[in-house]
């Protein structure tokens, strides 16, 4: 019996269907690229803006037919859109078999075996042996739901409140993801650096984490700043596993509107956090999230926000038109018109774009030090994409591998590149990278 899985969303969900995968496949169900071969078909889905919950919905509609084509196929929808709309969903769409809501994700794996034993025919069930896991980079979920109330954002109330798992679980899925080849570990949660269970706190975490065999890079999102301690910065720096690249959530350039969102820091609070980060990890690329139209969002405040984007420099950046979430403090504000929204957002993604492709082209010359990931892709510690040129067929390296790579093209966000054999210490990769990311700090 095989099983399809859609995500929508964030890398939360990413990690919230990984596992739900290994639930099913433990029960020796197989997963399936292809929907025509699947029995069970599960989406997983996303609220936290309304186009994404239109598109799971869009999507689960369709799915009426693809149940219809075969006997015994089950629809299964999961997520923040399905934790939020639940009644709704099953009015709207009377053929799904299992809801599960972001907030039981953890009780999915009874809930799938109930729904597993409900079988109406009689499946030609392979009990087959569960794959082993190729992903070199997995995602491990240390904490779930978020404590902060940004007046925006919906997670809050679909995720509920943070529950932080134990340090012996966390390692124990590091471990596990080791031995199934992962390399990288990018450890998830909403505000992932306020993790804390008992005594541990998140530099403890990155320590542990580094000291498990086996783990080559580690990477975290999505810090909040507030929770960007010197004690995290100075572990961050201290580690040679924490890769030299963060993403830290901004929101907005403007203090007016950081207060009206409730993100707890200033602009001020966040350029000197920013510059902090970047001293500690020379080299370091930094990205961010910024919500453009946020309700009373005047054009003084949004050119701040090009202002901060133009002072810091980022890396890369996603630019979200602000979307009114119903039951938030923020939707009962009013909203700013579609038309300045949407204008706000292409001016926005221009100024990220160009300063992102002027960092990008920088790069060219440079030689990275590149995990192969899968076939012709990996990524940089700074964690660009990189696509090396060569023969699929015979890869000059195996996913799982470090290899150095000349990149030869930045005009694309993936980076395009060559394995470079020339034979070079490894403790010289930290520090070349370093030049390429950021030549104005060493030039100084
Ligand atoms: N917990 C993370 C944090 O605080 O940085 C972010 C989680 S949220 C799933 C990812 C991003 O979606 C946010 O950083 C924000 O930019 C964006 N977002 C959240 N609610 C939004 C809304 N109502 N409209 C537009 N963008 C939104
Ligand atoms: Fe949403 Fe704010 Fe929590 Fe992030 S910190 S999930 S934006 S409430």
């Known amino acids: 019996m095989k099983f399809y899985v859609r995500t ?58 693809w149940k219809q084509k075969a006997a015994g196929r089950k629809i299964v929808v999961t997520g923040c859109a399905a934790e939020r709309t639940k009644d709704y969903l099953q009015d709207r769409f009377p053929f799904l078999d299992l809801v599960v809501g972001a907030k039981s994700i953890e009780d999915f794996a009874p809930m799938a075996e109930r729904l597993l034993s409900r079988r109406e025919t009689d499946e030609d069930l392979d009990y087959a042996v569960p ?41 124990g899925e590091v471990r596990d993801r080791v031995a199934e080849g992962a390399r990288e570990i990018t450890l998830l949660g909403q505000t992932v650096n306020s993790y804390r269970h ?13 000291g498990v065999d086996g783990v080559e890079r580690i990477r975290f999102i999505s810090p909040h700043p507030f929770y960007m301690t010197d004690r995290v910065i100075d572990t961050m720096a201290g580690l040679p596993q924490v890769c ?47 919500i453009v139209g946020f309700p009373g969002e005047t054009e003084e405040d949004f050119e701040q926000t090009l202002s901060l984007i133009e002072e810091l420099q980022f890396d890369w950046g996603f630019i979200f038109k602000y979307s009114t979430r119903e039951g938030t403090p923020a939707a009962n504000l009013e909203s700013l018109a579609q038309e300045l929204i ?18 990008r082209s920088r ?31 015979i890869p000059a390296a195996e996913p799982g591998d470090e290899v150095r790579v000349l990149i030869t093209n930045a005009s694309r966000t993936t980076l395009e590149g060559e394995i470079d054999h020339d034979n070079v210490a490894f403790e010289n990769f930290r520090q070349e990278d370093c030049r390429a990311c950021a ?6």
């Not at 904490?143 to 997670?155: H, K, Q």
């Open 8 to 65: 929508y969303g964030c890398q939360m969900n990413v990690a919230d269907s990984n596992e739900m995968g290994r639930h099913l496949k433990a029960k020796g169900l197989v997963e399936t690229e292809d929907p025509d071969e699947a029995s069970i078909f599960l989406v997983n889905t996303c609220t936290v803006r309304q186009h994404a919950e239109d598109r799971a919905f869009s999507e689960i509609g369709r799915l009426k037919r």
């Open 131 to 171: 794959a082993i896991g190729e992903k070199v980079a997995a995602f491990v979920t240390i904490m779930r739901g978020c404590n902060y109330s940004c007046t925006y954002c919906i997670v809050p109330y679909v995720r509920g409140r943070e529950i932080y798992h134990s340090l012996d679980q966390i390692l």
């Open 198 to 210: 008992g005594q541990h706190r998140f530099a403890g975490l990155l320590e542990a984490v580094a």
């Open 244 to 290: 030299e690249s963060l993403h830290l959530p901004v929101q907005s350039g403007s203090n007016a509107m950081l207060k009206a969102m409730k993100r707890n820091y200033t602009r001020e609070e966040y350029i000197t956090l920013a510059e902090k980060m970047r001293r500690a990890m020379p080299g370091m690329t930094l990205s961010t999230d910024i």
């Open 342 to 359: 949407e204008e706000r957002h292409q001016r926005c993604l221009e100024l990220m774009d160009r300063i992102a492709a002027l960092k």
């Open 363 to 393: 790069l060219v010359g440079t030689t990275q030090t590149v995990l192969i990931e899968e076939g012709l892709f990996g990524r940089t510690r700074t964690n660009y994409k990189v696509h090396l040129q060569g023969n699929i067929e």
């Open 439 to 444: 030549p104005e700090q060493q030039r100084q």
